[in-house]
């Protein structure tokens, strides 16, 4: 077993490899301004522009950057490579950690070829960082419900890490806790566990041990004490807004909206010149969103099934009007890996029907249901599942395997749910 995981760990090495060497080019873009954050910082020592803090981005990934720059896109590469590399490690970990090692080599080789994650490596986003960080938090929250108050602590913190690393991450924090109250508080007292609200509250404290830090200095710096980033109300108004609308009633079916015209017209209208501008851009395209939703409710429901649509989609969109057909089956046999791999997944939750609220399964769809919730109000598409990448291959796994439930059960009840 060990021997087939250090093979496909290697395998995974060389794709990750000859696609960054191949799409090496595309690391010099900075489509979300995250080089440059982590330039500001090496300059200046500051996450901003110049000496001007700003919390328009989340922090993780440019503080990563910022050490690495001084090799530029090959620094960037080798940051990628070190986070991809560490997150198929992590499937099969995760594998292990809910007693299932003799799927570890299946997860790790999905991981290993998926191509939404092979993709964003070549890419200065942080779809990457993200997916190992939900990696590392699904290992954690299965180590931890056998590991009591310190196993809670540790999840708590790895949570923090992963809202560091993307604010969208905050609705499974609040999902998680929720399950470790509901666990305290539904179940019988003559069963329930003394610890269990201890374990509650020593998650909630990890959480604010590493989030403290940056909620503090967002309080110091911009006078608010910003959890996650001022970019959400960009982010809804991307989503909910007169022209996209207009583009889901006219547009042919699959078609994707070229924003284009919307940043050119919206954004000089949104000025972060200074911290009070920032924040202030913020509340007003929240409330922008807000005033669109309204005023046509029915378009708003309409466009946030397209965005689940989007977010669970197996094909990924057309990037143009015009496409070779190389593309066109390159498209198309993504679609037909991913529609293989959901399937097992469902089996495998179907299998694994008993134990669903034992760990990882349990994180796996709060995941799940967090990220999709988020993404049907707010801007989707195929790369913001990148996060869910270890969950459903574990899934897919354990489909392919055809376990018995009685069999998946035993596996994984061994610890007590925290």
């Not at 919390?55 to 090799?71: I, S, T």
């Not at 499937?91 to 191509?115: F, H, K």
């Not at 890419?123 to 310190?150: S, Y």
Request: aromatic content about 8%.
């Amino acid at each position: 077993m060990l021997r087939k995981c250090l093979g496909i760990l290697c395998l995974a090495l060389v794709l990750r490899a000859g696609v960054l060497v191949v799409e090496f080019g595309t690391l010099a873009a900075d489509p979300d301004a995250y080089r440059a954050l982590a330039a500001n910082l090496r300059q200046h020592g500051v996450l901003g522009n110049g000496e001007r803090p700003t919390a328009f981005r989340p922090p993780l990934y440019p503080l990563l950057l910022a050490p690495v720059l001084g090799a530029g896109d090959r620094g960037i590469a080798g940051l990628h490579f070190v986070l991809g590399a560490g997150t198929v490690i992590l499937a099969g970990l995760l594998a292990r950690a809910a007693g299932r090692g003799e799927l570890a080599p299946a997860a790790m080789l999905l991981v290993a070829v998926d191509p939404i994650l092979l993709r964003q490596s070549t890419v200065v986003m942080t779809e990457t960082l993200a997916a190992f960080c939900a990696a590392l938090v699904l290992v954690v929250a299965t180590f931890a419900q056998r590991r009591g108050t310190i196993g809670a602590l540790a999840l708590g913190a790895a949570l923090g890490l992963a809202v560091l690393a993307r604010p969208t991450f905050l609705a499974w924090t609040g999902l998680e806790i929720l399950a470790l109250g509901a666990a305290a508080v539904l179940r019988p007292a003559a069963v329930r566990p003394p610890a269990a609200w201890v374990r509650a509250g020593a998650c909630v404290v990890g959480l604010a041990i590493v989030l403290g830090p940056w909620v503090a200095r967002n309080r110091a710096a911009l006078g608010r004490p910003i959890v996650g980033t001022t970019h959400g109300g960009f982010t809804l108004l991307l989503a909910n807004n007169p022209e996209f609308y207009a583009h889901l009633r006219t547009a042919p079916w699959g078609e994707v909206w070229d924003s284009a015209r919307f940043n050119a017209e919206v954004t000089p209208r949104l000025r972060r010149a200074t911290t009070q501008a920032e924040l202030a851009s913020d509340e007003r395209a929240y409330r922008m969103a807000r005033e669109h939703i309204e005023r046509e409710p029915a378009m708003f429901a309409w466009s946030c099934l397209v965005r689940l649509g989007r977010f669970w989609s197996p094909l990924p969109h057309r990037v143009g009007s015009t496409e070779s057909l190389s593309r066109r089956a390159l498209r198309w046999a993504i679609a037909v890996f991913y529609a293989f791999e959901f399937a097992a997944a469902l089996y495998g939750l179907w299998l694994l029907r008993g134990a669903w609220a034992s760990e990882p399964w349990r994180s796996t769809l709060l995941l799940a249901l967090a990220l999709a919730a988020t993404h049907a109000v707010y801007w989707s598409d195929l790369r913001m599942r990148a996060p869910l990448t270890v969950g459903i291959a574990l899934l897919a796994s354990v489909g392919w395997r055809g376990s018995r439930p009685g069999e998946t059960a035993r596996a994984t009840s061994d610890g007590a749910s925290i």
